[in-house]
């Protein structure tokens, strides 16, 4: 199959190039208006129906209103010379709001902007007195407004709003400030627009760079851009979709992981086909362009079949996980993936043959026979040097996953301290409990026809004021039907942190399962009980994913390379490098830089990207010292042939996905991402793929594809051959 497509791409070179533009367009216009109804940014509506913050949240829907979709900032007002306000301020400040919340908010759009292609977020912001400081100070009013708050269109409307209260209040003599998770949202967007912008333009002038200096060819360098870019198109416009028609939703944060990865693996995939394209018109000069385009495809195709149903075998164990940020995860990479495979067999084989030769231009590579390379003399010390290499590659990441002594996990949703929101969180903190404008909930619901009364839920009120921790306690609010009621804990601890979670899901749901009234059922809702839950749905995912991938794995490897041996080998390798690489980032993030841990979701993650694209790189290396093998002659030196033939593409390659994820930083609340994926893809190319792996191959030789053994037949004829190759296959026997 991967033969006949990529031969009927060779042949209908410029129908196939023409069909993924339109292809590639369509959808990438399409796409991002597609990801914006599937995509949502609260982690509660992730979790499980079992989980008792679920189940609050699903009161909070049916019995008060709260809309699924809604989300909400906090706006406090005070006056501008910082005295007391006085009851004809609040009168003024309420009528204000309530003004406010009489006019609809436009969301603006650009003039160049189709309609049909942004949702129009336009609305009528609910605007509710929240509670007023006990010295006076300010008073705070709850600004609800309906959809995603990572949502462009949605902050737009947001910020509107912002400026026109702002606007409306200084006329009045007052002053506002905005906080809750839209405004950190959009202040957050807006400190790091330029870094997501010039981090976009570095990874692009990356591959640019880097190709042209390997390839000396302007053309090499942005054809590969070209291809991933039409086919990114198609694979976002996929993977909306695939979720629009299957009701799957998706983390806000998954369209741009895709975007990275598609970029990454695309870059990677031409790559791979670009360096053994030259490679055999070096060879055969005298061969026509697109039959040998056809071969390269063909040949070279296997290997990224194999490391793609790799990644998608990867991803697609995220089915079994019970959070539904993780599981929504695993089908989106799956289907983004495959769609870059396809057009890896179809788009680039007939790039390769539309260009040919010209392809390299203006370069004169391909009429002589290269020059004795770095490639090549590390091939030779290789071979010649095994063992020491491979303990000095092994001592660096045993070092590397020390650091995972003593990790802890970090559920926070992290986010900027220096935009406006912080500012003003920060000032609401010295007057109020930290919890005050993200409180937990004691939602209760009767059991009976018996309608609840504001007297029955004394004695759960009494027994709450005594915890520790609580510092405030709004009265009992019951829903118009008297069947359901809520109550307000303000924490003195941030809802984000380790305190509040111990205190949501300890002392807080213990109290309320001890005095919940007779005839009623309790459930804990709010960030931090959400968050304590979270952490209990991953933790069971962890226990399940990581066993299931990698025997997924496992099994992709061993039908690849028929052999026991060879597939345990690269397993344990990559495993190494996601022991050292989560290690780094423990000692990173959590030991040097003194945080509360690692992110919660970087050990999933990491595991699936540096597991998976990082067997990418092992496979191509293998395959190639399997062929490499197969000719007479010592093992040693088909390693050392394999070294100098792919590591210059996976060394390249390993760049510039590492380039791709590093941009992952200009993201809010990626940081610990972006370094993992990093460090770990520079560590599976470099230390992996180019010394852990063929030093074994060394080591072991022919023993590696056990329990069968490469044959021996005669080497093909190379018209032009390499003679700084042959010097190092003769020092090497």
């Known amino acids: 199959m991967i033969r006949a497509l990529t031969g009927y791409a060779t042949r209908h070179a410029w129908k196939v190039i023409a069909l993924w533009a339109v292809v590639g367009i369509g959808l990438g216009v399409l796409g991002p208006m597609l990801l914006g109804r599937v995509t949502q940014a609260q982690s509660a509506d992730f979790l499980p129906s079992g989980y008792d913050s679920a189940a609050a949240l699903r009161i909070a829907e049916e019995q008060f209103g709260v809309k699924p979709d809604a989300t909400t900032a906090t706006m406090l007002v005070a006056r501008t010379d910082g005295t007391p306000l006085t009851a004809a301020d609040q009168q003024r400040i309420e009528r204000?709001?309530?003004?406010?919340?009489?006019?609809r908010v436009t969301m603006p759009r650009k003039e160049d902007e189709p309609a049909f292609l942004v949702p129009d977020h336009s609305q009528t912001p609910r605007i509710a007195p929240a509670m007023l400081a006990p010295d006076r100070s300010f008073e705070l009013f709850a600004v609800e407004l309906t959809g995603n708050a990572a949502e462009p269109g949605v902050q737009d409307?947001?910020?509107?709003?912002?400026?026109?209260?702002?606007?409306?209040?200084?006329?009045?003599?007052?002053?506002?400030?905005?906080?809750?998770?839209?405004?950190?949202?959009?202040?957050?967007?807006?400190?790091?627009?330029t870094a997501t912008t010039v981090g976009g333009f570095l990874v692009v002038g990356l591959i640019v760079l880097l190709n042209v200096l390997v390839f000396r060819s302007v053309l090499a360098a942005l054809v590969p851009l070209l291809a991933v870019a039409m086919i990114s198109g198609a694979a976002t416009g996929a993977v909306a979709g695939a979720a629009a028609l299957t009701g799957l939703t998706l983390d806000s944060g998954?369209?741009?992981?895709?975007?990275?990865?598609?970029?990454?693996?695309?870059?990677?995939?031409?790559?791979?086909?670009?360096?053994?394209?030259?490679?055999?018109?070096?060879?055969?000069?005298?061969?026509?362009?697109?039959?040998?385009?056809?071969?390269?495809?063909?040949?070279?195709?296997?290997?990224?079949?194999?490391?793609?149903?790799?990644?998608?075998?990867?991803?697609?164990?995220?089915?079994?996980?019970?959070?539904?940020?993780?599981?929504?995860?695993?089908?989106?990479?799956?289907?983004?993936?495959?769609?870059?495979?396809?057009?890896?067999?179809?788009?680039?084989?007939?790039?390769?043959?539309?260009?040919?030769?010209?392809?390299?231009?203006?370069?004169?590579?391909?009429?002589?026979?290269?020059r004795e390379r770095l490639a090549t003399r590390y091939g030779t010390l290789l071979a010649r040097r095994p063992l020491p290499l491979l303990l000095a590659a092994v001592a660096v990441l045993a070092a590397l996953t020390a650091g995972t002594l003593g990790i802890r996990m970090d559920y926070g949703l992290g986010g900027r301290t220096d935009t406006p929101a912080a500012a003003t969180a920060g000032e609401i903190t010295r007057a109020l409990p930290a919890g005050v404008s993200d409180p937990t909930t004691v939602y209760l619901t009767a059991d009976d026809a018996t309608p609840l009364t504001t007297a029955r839920l004394d004695d759960l009120t009494r027994a709450l004021g005594t915890v520790d921790g609580i510092g405030r306690i709004a009265p009992a609010v019951l829903n118009d039907t008297r069947h359901a009621a809520r109550i307000d804990l303000y924490l003195t601890a941030d809802p984000q942190s380790q305190d509040a979670?111990?205190?949501?899901?300890?002392?807080?749901?213990?109290?309320?399962?001890?005095?919940?009234?007779?005839?009623?059922?309790?459930?804990?809702?709010?960030?931090?009980?959400t968050l304590a839950d979270i952490s209990t749905a991953v933790d069971h995912d962890l226990r399940i994913v990581f066993p299931v991938a990698a025997a997924l794995i496992g099994l992709i490897l061993l039908l690849l390379l028929r052999s026991l041996l060879a597939p345990a080998v690269l397993m344990l390798s990559v495993g190494l490098g996601f022991a050292a690489t989560l290690g780094a980032a423990t000692l990173l993030f959590q030991h040097l830089l003194d945080g509360p841990g690692v992110n919660f979701t970087l050990p999933l993650v990491l595991f699936l990207f540096v597991v998976a694209l990082g067997t990418d790189y092992n496979i191509l290396v293998t395959d190639r010292i399997r062929e490499e093998m197969r000719h007479p002659g010592p093992p040693r030196a088909a390693v050392a042939r394999a070294v100098r033939h792919s590591g210059p593409a996976v060394?390249?390659?390993?760049?510039?996905?590492?380039?791709?994820?590093?941009?992952?930083?200009?993201?809010?609340?990626?940081?610990?991402?972006?370094?993992?994926?990093?460090?770990?893809?520079?560590?599976?190319?470099?230390?992996?793929?180019?010394?852990?792996?063929?030093?074994?191959?060394?080591?072991?030789?022919?023993?590696?594809?056990?329990?069968?053994?490469?044959?021996?037949?005669?080497?093909?004829?190379?018209?032009?051959?390499?003679?700084?190759?042959?010097?190092?296959?003769?020092?090497?026997?």
């Not at 204000?96 to 006019?103: K, N």
């Not at 309320?512 to 960030?527: D, E, F, K, Q, R």
């Open 254 to 370: 998954t369209p741009g992981l895709i975007s990275v990865v598609l970029l990454g693996i695309g870059i990677d995939y031409l790559l791979f086909l670009l360096f053994r394209y030259r490679e055999h018109l070096r060879n055969r000069p005298d061969q026509p362009a697109r039959e040998a385009a056809a071969q390269v495809s063909a040949r070279v195709g296997t290997a990224i079949t194999s490391a793609a149903l790799t990644i998608v075998a990867a991803f697609a164990t995220l089915g079994t996980a019970t959070f539904g940020q993780f599981r929504s995860l695993g089908p989106a990479i799956a289907v983004a993936v495959l769609v870059m495979l396809l057009g890896s067999l179809t788009l680039m084989p007939a790039l390769l043959a539309a260009c040919g030769r010209k392809l390299y231009w203006p370069s004169r590579s391909l009429r002589r026979p290269p």
């Open 501 to 529: 979670r111990d205190l949501a899901a300890g002392p807080v749901r213990d109290t309320v399962a001890a005095h919940t009234p007779p005839g009623t059922t309790a459930h804990v809702g709010g960030t931090a009980a």
């Open 96 to 103: 204000e709001a309530a003004d406010l919340g009489r006019h």
């Open 157 to 193: 409307v947001y910020r509107t709003f912002r400026d026109t209260a702002r606007t409306q209040y200084t006329d009045a003599g007052m002053r506002t400030g905005f906080t809750g998770g839209l405004a950190a949202a959009a202040d957050t967007a807006d400190a790091n627009r």
């Open 651 to 733: 060394a390249t390659a390993g760049l510039v996905l590492a380039g791709s994820f590093a941009t992952l930083a200009t993201t809010p609340g990626t940081e610990q991402v972006a370094f993992a994926l990093t460090l770990g893809i520079l560590l599976s190319a470099l230390v992996l793929s180019l010394v852990l792996v063929p030093a074994l191959a060394a080591l072991l030789g022919r023993t590696l594809w056990w329990p069968l053994r490469p044959t021996h037949p005669e080497p093909a004829p190379e018209p032009a051959p390499d003679r700084s190759a042959l010097r190092a296959d003769v020092r090497v026997q």
